[in-house]
């Protein structure tokens, strides 16, 4: 994947235009895993195999993409300890923690819903 370069004008951060970093960006973090991970790290520092537990149904492979995702668009650290085996830990960054605020509003906006939603599926399946 080419990752483009913001130069400043509103089409690159404009979420409609196909060709925009700010689309990029949205579509990096705008899936289930990396919003579970979010989750998860909350205010905390985990390591690997324990956002594996937190984020259950996520396969190694997965939780390492996106913490790799999450990284390389700063939003999360990743600290190696020269231990052996070697300890590995992430945290959210600043920007992470004020994403995490965001996916705490999807999180509550899913908990009131619930029923409705829950509701609605069960009219259309009918």
């Known amino acids: 994947m080419v990752t483009k370069?913001?130069?400043?004008?509103?089409?690159?951060?404009?979420?409609r235009r196909?060709?925009?970093?700010?689309?990029?960006?949205?579509?990096?973090?705008?899936?289930?895993?990396?919003?579970?991970?979010?989750e998860a790290l909350g205010e905390r520092?985990?390591?690997?195999s324990e956002l594996r537990d937190e984020v259950e149904g996520i396969s190694h492979k997965m939780l390492t993409?996106?913490?790799?995702?999450?990284?390389?668009?700063?939003?999360?650290t990743?600290?190696?300890?020269?231990?052996?085996?070697?300890?590995?830990?992430?945290?959210?960054?600043?920007?992470g923690q004020a994403l995490r605020a965001t996916v705490d509003l999807i999180c509550g906006w899913t908990h009131q819903h619930f029923g409705h939603i829950e509701t609605a599926r069960r009219r259309f399946d009918a």
């Open 78 to 95: 990743r600290k190696v300890h020269p231990t052996v085996p070697p300890r590995v830990e992430y945290t959210l960054t600043e920007p």
């Open 45 to 48: 520092t985990l390591r690997f």
């Open 18 to 38: 196909a060709d925009s970093l700010a689309r990029e960006i949205f579509s990096d973090v705008a899936n289930k895993w990396a919003l579970l991970i979010i």
């Open 65 to 76: 993409q996106n913490l790799r995702m999450l990284e390389r668009n700063g939003l999360a």
């Open 5 to 15: 370069k913001f130069a400043g004008t509103a089409d690159e951060a404009d979420l």
